[in-house]
C-alpha cells in the first residue's frame, strides 16, 4: 500500500498491522534494500529509525528496547529512538529517524 | 575547597568518558588530559579486529572539534612523569608542571611480559603502534603463533585467520579462556576456532624462542614467522607507587574510587575496587564499558559528590562473526543453569549459593544473544533471584522475569 500526503514527498509504506508491534516493542522492517527498525513504546508512541547500529551495522530490532531508548545488540551502544541521537558508547554517530503513523489499523513508516 | 582545576592522566576510554562526563555535569573550571599516546584518542577493542583486519583507523573516542568545544588542555603525546602530592601537580616527561585541585589516573593497563629465551621478539598489543607493528606480520600464508588463549590471543587468532595466516594457539592452562569464562563456553569458543582451522597446544609451556618458531618444555617445534603474546595486562600503577600511593593489585580504590590521597581519584584498568554485588575484596575488570563506566560515574566524586559505583559489568569479545558476551561475575556463582538460545552454546545462567543472579554468558551472533544478555544485566542488578526453571525455558521471555523483579 503506497500513497501521497498532500503536498508532500512522503510516501506512506505499510510496515505491519498495528497489533503486530506490542508496546515496548521493535521490528525489522526491509524495503528496496534498506532495512529500518520500527518501534512502539510502552506508552503507545510509534517511531522508526534506520534499522542498523552506526557503529558496527547489526540490526538494532535484535537490541533491547527501554522506554525510549534502543541498546544495540552488539557492544551496548544506545540511541534514542524518537530523535535518533546516540546517548551511550561506542556509538556515536545518530540515527536517522523517519514519521510512523497509525492508520485502520497498519503501521505507516513515512519515506522519501 | 572549591574546586577549579582537575587533572586526567591517560586518554583511554576511562579518561576520555570522565572528561565528557565533567563538562557535562556543569564543571567549567580548568581540565587538562594528559595522553601518553599521541594519538587522537581512539577505541582500544577495534586494535585486534578491524585495525588488523580491514587496516582500518580504530574508531576516534574524542575527537578535535570535541576538545575545542568542551576547552580541553589536551596533552597529546607526552606522558606524565610524576605525581607531586605534597606541591598538588603532575610533572610531563619534558619538564613542566600541571597542578590540579582534583586528580584522576587513568592509566589503564600494560600487557604482561614473557621471560624466557627469544623473548625480546614477541609481539604484545595494546596500544595502535603494536597493532600497526603486528599488522606487517598477518601476510596471507604466514606461521603466527600465540601465546595464550585469552580473549586477546583468541581475538588474534580469528584476525590472522581471517587475513590467511596459519595461526596456532598456545596455552599454559589445560584449557582456554581461564576462569572468567565458563567452560561450557570456552569448548564451544575453542570448537569454532578449530572449524576456522586454528591448531591449538594446551598444557603446554615454551622453553624458548627463535626467528624460525618456538620449543615446548615437552621438546615440541612449532614453526612460527612471528610470535604474538597475550598472556594478560598488569595495570599501570607506575606513577601511583612512585608517589606512595596504596596499591592492591592495582591502584586501591573505594567503591567511589578515592585513592589513599583525598584528592587523588583512579579509575578503569589501572585501579582495583570493591563492587556492592561481589562482596567487599577490590576486584579488577579490564573491561571496556566497565572502563567508561567508571569514568563517567567518576566525575560526580571528582566534584565533591563520592559516588560508589555500581554499573554491572559487562564485556564482549567479537571472533570471527560470533561474539562472546558476559554480564556479571560468573567466578561468584554456585551453579549454572541453561538455557538453549539456538545457537552453537546454551546461554549460562550464574546463580549463588542463595539463588541471587550474578552472571549470564553466551556465545553466538550478537543478533541472537544480546537482549537476552542486556535483560539479564537488569536481573543482576536488581539482584533477583529467579526460579531456574523460568531461565531454563526459552519459550519463557526473560523479560517477564525483569518485570516480576521490578514489580517485587
Ligand atoms: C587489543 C585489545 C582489545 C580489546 N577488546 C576488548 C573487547 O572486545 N571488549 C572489551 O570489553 N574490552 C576489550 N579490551 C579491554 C579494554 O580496551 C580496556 O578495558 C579499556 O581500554 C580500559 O580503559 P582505560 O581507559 O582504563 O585504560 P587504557 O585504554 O589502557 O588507557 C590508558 C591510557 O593511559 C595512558 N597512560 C599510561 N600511563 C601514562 C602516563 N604516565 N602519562 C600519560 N598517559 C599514560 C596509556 O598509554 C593509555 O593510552 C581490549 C583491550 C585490548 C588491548
Ligand atoms: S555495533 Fe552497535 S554498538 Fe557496536
Not at chain 1, 34 to 59: I, K, M, P
Not at chain 2, 2 to 13: D, E, L, N, P
Not at chain 2, 189 to 202: N, Q
Request: proline residues 5%.
Amino acid at each position: 500500500m503506497i500513497s501521497k500526503e498532500n503536498d508532500t514527498m512522503t510516501q506512506w509504506i505499510d510496515v505491519c498491522a498495528a497489533d503486530a508491534l506490542e508496546p515496548d516493542d521493535v521490528i525489522r522492517f526491509d524495503h528496496e534494500g534498506q532495512t529500518f527498525a520500527v518501534y512502539r513504546t510502552s506508552d503507545d508512541a510509534y517511531c522508526a529509525t534506520d534499522g542498523l547500529c552506526t557503529h558496527e551495522q547489526v540490526h538494532l530490532a535484535d537490541g533491547y528496547l527501554e522506554g525510549r531508548i534502543i541498546e544495540c545488540p552488539k557492544h551496548n551502544g544506545r540511541f534514542d529512538i524518537m530523535t535518533g541521537a546516540a546517548k551511550g558508547a561506542p556509538a556515536c554517530i545518530d540515527l536517522a529517524t523517519y514519521p510512523v503513523k497509525v492508520a485502520d489499523e497498519r503501521v505507516l513508516i513515512g519515506l522519501g | 575547597m572549591s574546586i577549579r582545576r582537575i587533572v586526567i592522566i591517560g586518554a583511554g576510554a576511562t579518561g576520555t568518558a570522565a572528561t565528557r562526563a565533567l563538562r557535562a555535569s556543569g564543571f567549567d573550571g580548568a581540565l587538562a588530559l594528559i595522553d601518553g599516546e599521541g594519538e587522537t584518542p581512539y577505541e582500544r577493542p577495534a586494535l585486534s579486529k578491524s585495525v588488523l583486519t580491514d587496516a582500518a583507523d580504530p574508531p576516534v573516542l574524542l575527537d578535535a572539534a570535541t576538545i575545542a568545544r568542551e576547552a580541553i588542555d589536551l596533552v597529546s603525546g607526552i606522558p606524565a612523569a610524576a605525581i607531586d602530592r605534597a606541591a598538588r601537580c603532575v610533572t610531563l616527561a619534558n619538564g613542566p608542571a600541571i597542578s590540579y585541585d582534583r586528580l584522576l589516573i587513568a592509566t589503564g593497563a600494560t600487557p604482561r611480559r614473557l621471560t624466557l629465551p627469544g623473548a625480546e621478539r614477541v609481539y604484545y598489543l595494546r596500544n595502535l603502534a603494536d597493532a600497526r607493528a603486528i599488522r606487517t606480520r598477518l601476510v596471507p600464508g604466514a606461521a603466527i603463533a600465540i601465546v595464550g588463549g585469552g580473549l586477546i590471543g583468541l581475538e588474534l587468532a580469528a584476525s590472522a585467520r581471517r587475513l590467511g595466516c596459519a595461526v596456532t594457539v598456545i596455552e599454559a592452562a589445560p584449557r582456554i579462556l581461564g576462569r572468567a569464562v565458563p567452560a561450557r563456553l570456552a569448548a564451544a569458543i575453542e570448537a569454532r576456532h578449530r572449524a576456522s582451522g586454528v591448531a591449538f597446544h594446551t598444557s603446554a609451556t615454551i622453553a624458548s624462542i627463535d626467528g624460525a618458531g618456538l620449543r615446548l618444555d615437552n621438546d615440541a617445534w612449532i614453526g612460527a614467522d612471528a610470535v604474538i603474546a597475550g598472556i594478560g595486562v598488569v595495570p599501570e600503577t607506575a606513577l601511583a607507587g612512585a608517589a606512595g600511593l596504596a596499591l592492591d593489585n592495582g591502584i586501591a580504590v573505594d567503591a567511589a574510587f578515592a585513592t589513599s590521597d583525598s584528592a587523588i581519584f583512579a579509575a578503569g584498568d589501572c585501579c582495583a575496587l570493591p563492587h556492592r554485588l561481589f562482596g567487599t575484596a577490590r576486584l579488577r575488570f579490564e573491561s571496556w564499558r566497565v572502563a567508561g563506566d567508571t569514568g563517567a560515574c567518576v566525575a560526580a566524586t571528582l566534584l565533591g559528590v563520592a559516588r560508589p559505583f555500581d554499573a554491572v559489568p559487562w564485556f564482549w569479545s567479537d571472533q570471527y562473526d560470533e561474539t562472546l558476551q558476559i554480564a556479571g561475575m560468573p567466578q561468584f556463582g554456585a551453579r549454572i543453569v541453561e538455557r538453549a538460545t539456538g545457537t552453537a552454546a546454551p546461554m549460562l545462567f550464574h546463580l549463588a549459593a542463595d539463588g541471587r543472579l550474578v552472571a549470564a554468558a553466551a556465545f553466538g551472533p550478537a543478533g541472537a544473544i544480546g537482549r537476552d544478555i542486556r535483560i539479564a544485566e537488569r536481573l543482576i542488578a536488581a539482584c533477583a533471584h529467579p526460579a531456574p526453571e523460568d531461565l531454563a525455558d526459552p519459550s519463557r521471555p526473560l523479560k517477564v522475569l525483569l518485570r516480576g523483579t521490578v514489580a517485587a
